[in-house]
């Protein structure tokens, strides 16, 4: 009895594997073509039959992508003055590459200190209102941006935001599913430890910057990651928001390759790989972490 | 401690970015941040200062007294021949600037996939490009007719009057005789054929290679012989979306002599018994396929690599670009007519100027369209970077141009520029919906009246 | 607990004052980018707002087309079909997968959940790219292995034929999808308590039945994470959408989102667009009040 059962689990567990294995390789197969085809010519990669390993293997594509237009490095304006500080030009995908690091690692800090505060001020601040801005925040952590396409974008434009890389930044940062995470992970923070930091003559900052923080610090980190992958992705908001080259994020840019150059596959693969390998590289380096701070924000949470 | 010093670290970036974020000006902007005009004011109605601008100082290209004009104005173009390409204008914009050293113009380029959406969201988000490119549907028809552009008058002189073919000259106003527009150049929309498949095919015998025209008849039996040769994929009508949509058009209107608009431009009549007719015999054919899945850019593409043995989303442009992706014979055609002569769709393209609120940047504009479309030697160099025809009478301008040459032919052909009508974006939209509708099998003459319905609606808002 | 019930009026005051204090940063921007857009949205649904002309109002009439434009109904019916399916096979498939290689060897384990996880952070737009090639009437991947094999008997017009357009949409939102969920399930299941697990098995439980009486409510809280993101994803589903279809064939994979966006900037009807807002906000909200409520029972 007991030796058939454990065969028949084996056998399910070997035709599973096989099964996922089968997926796993689908999964990884648009990551494996867009590599393989920015090396390709452009008669391999527009071959009507695939070719699954390029027979040639050519760097045009990446010239030809780093050839195209060209855009300062960085910019920085010095606030009140008309001074502009440039840096040297370098090929626009370099910018888009950079500007899309910046938006998410700025949306990322953003999101995680103004919603670690705002979480814990939920779950243990007894304030008037609370109930009314927790409801609030509960209906709206779903609520695509599209929404409020319109509206969001005039309110940028009275802003002089429109076309700035912080366009797209704010309304992430403004979206609330962050406050509401953190707002979980904040209910575990022990009472006690707060009671006694307040008996030691802690003020409030101290208290949430001694006692709450450290116990929250995973789910810290699993917001971090979410939102640093989501605003990586949130092509919406940057398709509305960006115009300028020099302002374009990756996924913009390939976005508009593609629309421009519907016949050149070898340039859209290029720059899909220019977009895709570095955030792979950084997942690979932090892939422990990543899993870690996902996890126990959710085991917890 | 170490936690500590990472969270003041963050903290203080934090501090940082939003203090720049305050500045409101750190990665872009840069109409706010690089000059000290005032930046586009956020209220939501303006004066419109046109009027008072054109009148000021009278701009000529010869006379260097323009050269101290200075302004910094943005330039944004759709994928008009090489004037698409960044390298090209680079040099176009050099000639400019040797003249009017003052006057910084940025350059953006469209496509026509996501284009339109992208000035729609910058005329929203109040940072319009100063001038676009484009041609009269959008510059006229859409933009202008709503009220953002610049009356473009004062750059129409007699002489400019004079020498502009009239029919362009008609398509470059609205109907209250307004000039949103000022064109550089021209063609004629054509399509093509695998000449290879078809003389394999022994099709070639259906049409005229002389002068690139077939009628109706001939068109049929060719795409028969076509699909009987074993090419059971010979052309697309593709409806994905409204790139390339001037090939459907021009197809569906040239095969029973049917019109899309009335000939005052102010009525659709994709209706009509000729245009029902066309779609019931392009639905009918073996051979063509009504494919939602592409536009005239994929459609392009699958010509190119031999998927499609004709492609009609074509032009002179088309082939020059595509000359190392096509390893085979491509032979332009006029749409098929009964009587074999052709109404071909034509494309006018120019400048128009978005009213920005401030006059020194139109005035800088208006001298740029000058300079491109009137200095007597930079006109020829700004035509043949469009790789398209002038909208006057240069000469031969491409005289030993053997490519050239072959598809001037078409010019003559060019049919009435219908696509200043009223409604015309929405219009175009609802075309795409419809071909595809008809594509699943919708009767098409229940899809084109719901087609001629919505976009009459639209004209006559 | 007398004392917090006659908490004085100044304690009160003072973790109010604190409450808000933590709350300000947050607020700044939830009100500034989210709440104020959404009343602007709200205000205007009820005007004829197009471009660069004077808003009119027309009190209901928006509301009113809507509920007999077949469109809009037709893409809240995609909307539907796109969340009640990709949430639940999104939660089951990273669940069955998660379940067969946890306690595979290390390096196994940890292989697969990273090509899982891949198309998450490749980014929907370079995966969009490869998808319609894949998906090519004429020699994608699926129809050239399709026919090739026999499977099917000639080339199928994946995006481009109503009956499978919308089925390929969720596909390869999917594939973005399963990711993070693969990635909880992993080490949530390898979180339970063994000793349970154990237990069980003493007492002769079935693989299965040891599955679901102990391990299942084990992993329940990131069952319902899980829930909430892969939903929140779904309604995200924008991209995929523009890129691959525009909304066609025949409007089958049109979702609101995209219609918002199709009404706004190119049929340039402001108004109708924020009134198609208005309603979807309303629905997503009363979803999200609703799962939240049977997340706080659980």
Same mark, same amino acid.
């Given at each position: 009895m007991k030796q058939r059962q454990f065969n028949r689990s084996t056998c399910y567990k070997i035709v599973s594997v096989i099964i996922i294995a089968i997926l796993a390789f689908t999964f990884a197969f648009p990551l494996y073509w867009i590599i393989i085809g920015s090396f390709k010519t452009p008669a391999a990669i527009n071959a009507t039959t695939p070719q699954w390993w390029p027979q040639e293997w050519v760097l045009d594509n990446y010239r030809k992508l780093f050839s195209r237009q060209v855009a300062a490095l960085w910019e920085i304006h010095i606030p009140f003055t008309s001074i502009s500080l440039m840096g040297p030009e370098v090929p626009a995908a370099i910018r888009w590459l950079l500007n899309t690091v910046f938006m998410a690692v700025a949306a990322m800090l953003l999101t995680c200190t103004t919603a670690a505060m705002a979480g814990y001020a939920l779950a243990k601040k007894r304030f008037v209102g609370r109930t009314l801005v927790f409801s609030l925040i509960v209906c709206a952590m779903a609520l695509p941006k599209q929404v409020i396409l319109v509206p969001l974008l005039r309110e940028m434009a009275s802003l002089e935001l429109y076309n700035t890389i912080w366009a797209v930044i704010f309304p992430i940062v403004g979206w609330p599913f962050g406050v509401f995470l953190m707002k979980q992970f904040s209910e575990g923070i022990p009472g006690e430890m707060m009671e006694a930091a307040k008996i030691d003559g802690a003020g409030e900052w101290k208290t949430f910057y001694t006692i709450a923080l450290p116990l929250i610090k995973p789910g810290i980190g699993a917001l971090a990651i979410f939102t640093f992958i989501n605003s990586w992705n949130d092509y919406f908001m940057q398709l509305i928001m960006l115009t300028s080259t020099k302002n374009l994020t990756i996924s913009l840019g390939i976005a508009k390759l593609q629309a421009e150059n519907a016949t050149d596959f070898g340039l859209i693969m290029a720059g899909a790989s220019l977009a895709a390998i570095p955030i792979i590289i950084i997942f690979l380096i932090f892939q422990k972490y990543f899993t870690k701070g996902i996890t126990m924000g959710a085991v917890k949470g | 401690m170490k936690k500590r010093k990472l969270m003041a670290l963050a903290l203080s970036c934090v501090m940082v970015c939003s203090m720049t974020a305050c500045g409101g000006k750190d990665t872009g902007s840069d109409q706010s941040a690089s000059t000290s005009t005032p930046a586009p004011a956020p209220a939501e109605k303006e004066e419109a200062p046109a009027e008072k601008a054109s009148t000021t100082e009278n701009t000529d290209s010869q006379t260097p007294t323009g050269s101290t004009q200075a302004a910094d104005i943005t330039l944004w173009t759709y994928p008009i021949g090489s004037w698409g390409d960044s390298a090209t204008v680079d040099g176009l914009i050099a000639n400019f600037n040797a003249v009017y050293p003052d006057i910084k113009v940025t350059v953006e380029y469209l496509d026509y996939?996501?284009?339109?959406?992208?000035? /729609? $969201?910058?005329?929203?988000?109040?940072?319009?490009?100063?001038?676009?490119?484009?041609?009269?549907?959008?510059?006229?028809?859409?933009?202008?007719?709503?009220?953002?552009?610049?009356?473009?008058?004062?750059?129409? $002189?007699?002489?400019?009057?004079?020498?502009?073919?009239?029919?362009?000259?008609?398509?470059?106003?609205?109907?209250?005789?307004?000039?949103?527009?000022?064109?550089?150049?021209?063609?004629?929309?054509?399509?093509?054929?695998?000449?290879?498949?078809?003389?394999?095919?022994?099709?070639?015998?259906?049409?005229?290679?002389?002068?690139?025209?077939?009628?109706?008849?001939?068109?049929?039996?060719?795409?028969?012989?076509?699909?009987?040769?074993?090419?059971?994929?010979?052309?697309?009508?593709?409806?994905?979306?409204?790139?390339?949509?001037?090939?459907?058009?021009?197809?569906? /209107?040239?095969?029973?002599?049917?019109?899309?608009?009335?000939?005052?431009?102010?009525?659709?009549?994709?209706?009509?018994?000729?245009?029902?007719?066309?779609?019931?015999?392009?639905?009918?054919m073996d051979g063509i396929n009504f494919d939602a899945s592409i536009a005239g850019g994929d459609e392009i593409n699958m010509f190119c690599n031999g998927t499609f043995a004709m492609a009609f989303c074509w032009n002179v442009s088309q082939e020059k670009n595509n000359l190392e992706n096509i390893s085979f014979d491509a032979l332009p055609m006029a749409f098929p007519s009964e009587d074999g002569i052709p109404q071909l769709c034509g494309g006018i393209w120019g400048f128009g100027i978005f009213d920005n609120g401030d006059p020194a940047k139109i005035e800088a504009a208006k001298t740029f369209i000058d300079f491109m479309a009137n200095d007597e030697?930079?006109?020829?160099?700004?035509v043949k970077a469009s790789n398209y025809w002038p909208v006057k009478d240069l000469g031969n301008i491409y005289d030993g141009d053997a490519l050239m040459t072959e598809y001037s032919k078409f010019v003559e052909y060019m049919g009435d520029y219908y696509q200043v009508v009223g409604g015309w974006a929405e219009a175009r939209t609802a075309w795409w919906n419809m071909l595809q509708q008809v594509g699943s099998g919708t009767d098409v003459a229940t899809a084109v009246e719901e087609f001629v319905t919505t976009a009459n609606t639209a004209a006559a808002q | 607990m007398s004392k917090n019930n006659s908490m004085s009026k100044a304690l009160v005051r003072r973790e109010t004052i604190a409450g808000y204090a933590f709350m300000l940063p947050s607020l700044i921007f939830f009100l500034g980018f989210v709440i104020y857009p959404m009343v602007q949205c709200v205000f205007t649904s009820f005007f004829d707002a197009t471009m660069n002309r004077e808003d009119i109002f027309i009190g209901l009439a928006n509301y009113k087309e809507l509920f007999q434009d077949k469109v809009f109904l037709g893409a809240l019916k995609n909307t539907v079909i796109i969340v009640v399916v990709s949430v639940p096979v999104t939660c089951i498939f990273s669940l069955w997968v998660s379940s067969v290689i946890y306690d595979l060897a290390g390096p196994a384990c940890s292989a697969f959940r990273c090509i899982f996880y891949l198309p998450v952070v490749t980014g929907s737009v370079a995966v969009a790219v490869v998808w319609k090639w894949m998906f090519n009437n004429y020699y994608g991947i699926f129809n050239y292995i399709g026919t090739n094999t026999g499977l099917i008997e000639k080339n199928i017009n994946w995006l481009g034929d109503e009956k499978f357009a919308l089925g390929c949409i969720i596909l390869i939102l999917l594939t973005t999808s399963v990711g993070q969920p693969i990635v909880l399930y992993v080490s949530a299941l390898n979180n339970v308590d063994q000793s349970l697990v154990e237990a069980a098995e003493v007492d002769g439980a079935t693989k299965f039945q040891c599955f679901w009486k102990i391990k299942w409510s084990q992993i329940m809280p990131t069952t319902l994470y899980i829930l909430v993101i892969t939903t929140i994803n779904s309604f995200q589903c924008f991209a995929l959408i523009q890129l691959l279809t525009s909304g066609g064939p025949n409007h089958s994979t049109d979702t609101i989102m995209y219609y918002i966006y199709y009404n706004a900037f190119k049929l340039y009807r402001y108004g109708y667009g924020n009134a198609m807002g208005v309603v979807l906000a309303i629905i997503i909200a009363l979803l999200s009040a609703v799962q939240f409520k049977m997340a706080e029972s659980k």
């Open positions: - | 996939t996501n284009g339109d959406d992208q000035i /729609n $969201t910058a005329i929203e988000g109040k940072q319009a490009p100063d001038l676009v490119m484009e041609g009269p549907e959008r510059l006229v028809a859409n933009w202008g007719a709503k009220g953002l552009m610049v009356d473009l008058g004062d750059l129409w $002189t007699d002489d400019a009057k004079s020498l502009i073919y009239d029919s362009v000259q008609n398509a470059c106003k609205s109907n209250d005789g307004v000039f949103y527009e000022y064109p550089l150049c021209m063609t004629a929309h054509t399509m093509a054929i695998n000449r290879d498949i078809f003389e394999a095919a022994d099709a070639l015998q259906y049409l005229d290679e002389e002068t690139g025209t077939w009628t109706t008849e001939n068109f049929q039996k060719a795409v028969q012989a076509v699909y009987d040769y074993g090419q059971t994929n010979v052309g697309a009508v593709y409806c994905s979306g409204q790139g390339g949509d001037q090939g459907t058009r021009a197809l569906i /209107n040239n095969l029973y002599g049917g019109t899309f608009t009335n000939p005052e431009h102010t009525e659709y009549t994709a209706n009509s018994a000729e245009n029902i007719k066309a779609l019931e015999l392009l639905k009918s030697k930079q006109v020829v160099e700004s | -």
